[in-house]
Every structure is written in C-alpha cells, then in structure tokens.
C-alpha cells in the first residue's frame, strides 16, 4: 500500500521566512500526490497536486512543490511566510484504481510575528 | 456552486448510541468518500461511494456503513458507538468522468461521544 510521511510535526518560521514542509512517499508505481491545507474548525483545502505532468508544481497562495523520484520526496515550499499561512498542511498520496486518498500525519505551521 | 456540504456540524451522542451523518457533494460529483479525523491526526479512509456502492473500505469495522442515493449524496452510519468514536468525519466528492485527481471535502461533522 502506498504511504506518505510528514516529518515534523510542528514547524515555526517567521513571517516573511521560506516555509519548507517535508513529505517522503512509499510508492511502487508513479503516484499521484497532494498537498492539503486545514484551517481550525474547517475542512481540507487542496493547495496543489503532482499527476506526473511536470515535477515542479505550482499550488495556490504561492505554494509549490517539487516531486524528486530519486529521493521520493514532495516537499511543500514557500518563499515568504505571511500569517496567514499557519494552518495544519497534509501531504497526501493517491491509490492506484479509485480515488482513496492516503494522508500523512500533518505538520501544523506555526507562522512568528 | 455551493461546493460539498455536510449536516450536521456538532452532534454530541452517549456510548451505544446510533449516529448518522450526512453528505452532498459538490454538483456534477458523483463519487463520495468517508474520512474520519481524530484529534491531531491525518484524515484515515473509511470507504467511498460509486453508482449506491461501495466501492473500497478502510480498516474500519462494520459498526461504519454507509448508503449513497441516487442524487449522489451519501449517510455514513456508525452503530454502538464507543469512546473512540470520536472526531471530526470529513466527505469528500469527486468525479469519475473527468479524470481529475482530486478530492473536494467538506467543512467535516464533529462527532463527540461522551
């Protein structure tokens, strides 16, 4: 079975700072894979998605991810923090077949005045 | 377009009790799938919904079942409910038509069982 893993559980930058969240999947096939965003008391957000058509990708509110098969990674950057970024973020793989969606843990970013 | 929504919000249940919970998804969807969260933890898989079946379950035990209609909205049952039981249950749309990848979810009914 496919699987991601999120390291860090926590992760505080300061605002204006490069936001860089980890995420490393266990694939034997090509997967499909997404970044999610949680707000307090709300439901998912997709940010961005790797289908395969290109390894850099780019997601909204100037999030983007690189999908690095050597190292199996596809880690969530930023280049500037703002406050409103803080949240809980969701590295997610896609299985094979249907549409079930495998998360990671979560890293809640915490973003310093 | 009022995208995937959920009723109810807060529901508060004792030990034993029957909880149902429900969803439409996002129009033009026809795919809904079931996401328990507990507290600060990822979202984990129950099952998911296509054409009033159920096409692929997660490690949850038959106290979870579920029911799609034909309008595409979906109930997930939960039975005898337990401690445990409680968190947030995310839906989640998508559609097989389009080949898109991706999962559309809804603000999430938090469940508490006391």
């Known amino acids: 079975a496919q699987s991601v893993t999120q390291l860090g559980s926590h992760v505080s930058v300061s605002e204006g700072a490069l936001v860089l969240l980890r995420c490393n999947y266990s694939s034997s096939v090509p997967p499909y894979l997404f970044w999610y965003v949680q707000y307090p008391n709300q439901g998912l957000q997709l940010l961005l998605k790797?289908?395969?058509?290109?390894?850099l990708v780019k997601g909204i509110n100037g999030f983007e991810a690189e999908f690095k098969k050597s190292e199996t990674s596809f880690h969530l950057t930023k280049p500037s923090a703002h406050m409103s970024d803080a949240a809980e973020y969701f590295c997610?793989?896609?299985?094979?077949?249907?549409?079930?969606?495998?998360f990671g843990t979560g890293t809640k970013l915490q973003v310093i005045p | 377009d009022a995208g995937v929504t959920q009723s109810p919000t807060h529901l508060i249940k004792t030990r034993g009790q029957q909880v149902t919970l429900r969803c439409s998804p996002k129009s033009g969807h026809d795919t809904v799938s079931w996401y328990q969260q507990a507290l600060g933890q990822g979202p984990q898989f129950i099952f998911q919904y296509y054409e009033e079946e159920e096409r692929q379950r997660g490690n949850f035990p038959d106290r979870f079942s579920g029911h799609q209609f034909p309008n595409y909205s979906s109930e997930l049952n939960v039975n005898a409910l337990l401690l445990g039981d409680s968190a947030l249950y995310l839906c989640?749309?998508?559609?097989?038509?389009?080949?898109?990848?991706?999962?559309?979810f809804g603000p999430g009914t938090r469940l508490t069982v006391l």
């Open positions: 989640a749309s998508s559609s097989s038509r389009t080949g898109r990848n991706e999962q559309f």
């Open positions: 997610a793989v896609r299985d094979g077949g249907y549409q079930k969606v495998t």
């Open positions: 790797y289908t395969s058509a290109a390894t």
